[in-house]
């Protein structure tokens, strides 16, 4: 019971992951989009890689927050 | 624009600077509200993102903080939460937009184009509420009527050049004596052009001192030389998007050209005491009553600024040259005083015109106006008579010489070779050199000065 009482909630979970994923997300976006500089055929897909899982990452947290309001 | 991010987060501040800036707008940090604040205070931001919650202060407390000094600012908050409520109380409070967490580089340009639009609106208001104020003030003194028909075949073709020339946004170099109306023409141009419904500011380059001057065109920051006790933006980005007009830029100093070069080339300027290049967009329009060449030649004006500004010159003819439209203008000034004197005050004596057509009008224009101008209210009837006019002895207050001719004008030949050979005379140290430089020998100098009565 106490152990329940004292585990964060989700939709405070949600914010402390969302601020570093934001950070992750838009690095990985605008070194996609080569802002920064060009990227080499490897290095631009291991970033698309990253992207994706960053992606499903954001995804399933959403699904997470979502699925705890309705609960 | 200049954006401001306040965010503790390093990760997304930084990442979210970095899409600013590839945007081409200037961007800085502030990772507490204490370090946004001495920034708010010191700058003025075009779009400010702020998180909700900084460490342990609350960011809607802060966005409020900021909207009670500038309601105007622009922000857009970054919520904690994925929440409507935070989101509606943050639009209640005047935020701009919110950016939900995580964002993308696409939402953030997203804002930006919007910021942009919205920056854009507000500028176009202020614009039309400076015109409006400009507006009453032109009808509190209300000026006579811009003439702009001339049967002068110089100022036919130069009202052709500008008509012509004010749809482009080519810089434009009007030259001519004082009082031939440059600035009306420079403003005729901007009303003409496609920034008609943008700024329109005007600089007077020899009103002030060097230091002023550059500070007035591009700003300054707090420190920046003595008595600058806050930042200040410059008439360049009143200017942005709009027209710049520079009048007697032959007395732009050597030291501010470069500058200014600079701003024409690549869109770019630094306040004073300040190393952050900044961004306008200007059409320059510069006037002159000098011979640019010349000073370009004397090593006083550089070159390449000059062939920067010198993409399309106009010249305005002095008053004198333009004989067939002198005495249009005398009447449209007759006009407009006697109804702003309320004097029935409607035409001139024959002695009158014979005076207004004989005066050469060294101060051009504006002396015509306020000779009117005076006449009207003292003349003693209903008629301006020639002693209400000025004398031909008058021209000498104007710095410019008194019956100065001018080639093309309409004058005979004999007067011209008076004038020539009095100015000649009047120059140099004596006869010889006179004689030499007229390319005449000294017995027929002699005979010409008698015939002309020049001794």
Redesign the interface.
């Known amino acids: 019971m106490d152990s329940e009482q004292n585990a964060p909630r989700p939709?405070s979970v949600?914010?402390e992951l969302?601020?570093?994923?934001?950070?992750?997300?838009?690095?990985l976006?605008?070194l996609m989009?080569e802002?920064?500089g060009p990227l080499n055929e490897k290095q631009a897909m291991m970033v698309k890689q990253a992207k994706l899982d960053c992606d499903r990452l954001?995804e399933a947290i959403?699904r997470y927050?979502s699925n705890d309001k309705r609960g | 624009m200049d954006i401001l991010i306040i965010d503790d987060?390093?990760?997304?501040s930084?990442?979210?600077r970095?899409?600013v800036e590839?945007e081409d707008h200037y961007a800085e940090t502030a990772d507490s509200t204490e370090a946004a604040r001495r920034r708010i205070r010191e700058e003025k931001w075009d779009l400010i993102f702020l998180d909700v919650?900084l460490g342990d202060e609350n960011g809607l407390e802060f966005l409020k903080e900021i909207l009670e000094k500038t309601p105007e600012q622009l922000v857009v908050i970054f919520p904690?939460?994925?929440s409507v409520e935070i989101a509606i109380k943050a639009t209640q409070a005047g935020a701009f937009d919110y950016l939900e967490?995580?964002?993308?580089?696409?939402r953030v340009r997203g804002i930006l184009l919007k910021a942009k639009k919205a920056l854009s609106t507000n500028r176009e208001l202020s614009t039309l509420k400076n015109t409006v104020t400009e507006l009453k003030t032109q009808v509190d003194r209300s000026g006579p009527p811009t003439r702009f028909e001339s049967e002068d075949p110089t100022m036919i073709a130069t009202l052709d050049t500008i008509f012509r020339a004010a749809a482009s946004p080519a810089s434009i170099l009007i030259l001519g004596e004082s009082g031939t109306g440059k600035s009306v023409i420079a403003r005729t141009i901007h009303e003409n052009s496609k920034l008609a419904d943008k700024p329109f500011v005007t600089v007077s380059c020899p009103s002030l001192s060097k230091e002023l001057l550059e500070s007035e065109l591009f700003g300054h920051v707090r420190g920046a030389f003595t008595g600058a006790v806050k930042d200040q933006w410059g008439k360049v980005h009143a200017a942005d998007g709009g027209t710049l007009f520079l009048d007697e830029i032959g007395e732009l100093p050597l030291s501010i050209q470069p500058k200014l070069l600079r701003l024409l080339q690549e869109r770019e300027y630094e306040r004073l005491g300040e190393n952050k290049p900044r961004k306008a967009n200007v059409r320059i329009i510069a006037a002159t009553n000098r011979d640019l060449k010349a000073s370009v030649a004397a090593g006083e004006f550089r070159e390449d600024l000059f062939y920067r500004i010198n993409v399309i010159s106009v010249e305005m003819p002095p008053l004198r040259a333009r004989t067939k439209d002198l005495m249009g203008f005398a009447h449209d000034y007759l006009d407009h005083f006697s109804k702003q004197v309320g004097r029935e005050v409607k035409v001139f004596s024959a002695k009158a015109l014979d005076r207004i057509r004989t005066h050469q009008w060294p101060g051009n224009l504006r002396e015509l106006r306020n000779s009117i101008e005076r006449a009207t209210i003292l003349a003693r009837g209903k008629e301006i008579e020639d002693t209400d006019l000025p004398s031909g002895g008058d021209a000498a207050q104007t710095g410019t010489p008194a019956g100065y001719v001018v080639p093309g004008s309409d004058v005979t030949l004999e007067e011209l070779e008076r004038e020539h050979i009095k100015l000649i005379v009047d120059r140099v140290k004596n006869l010889q050199d006179a004689a030499i430089l007229l390319g005449i020998d000294k017995a027929t100098l002699y005979r010409k000065r008698k015939k002309f009565d020049l001794n």
């Open positions: 939709i949600s914010h969302k601020s570093p994923l934001t950070g992750i997300q838009m690095t976006h605008l989009e802002k920064i954001v959403s927050v | 987060d390093p990760g997304i930084s990442t979210t970095l899409a590839a919650r904690a939460f994925s967490k995580p964002f993308t580089p696409d």
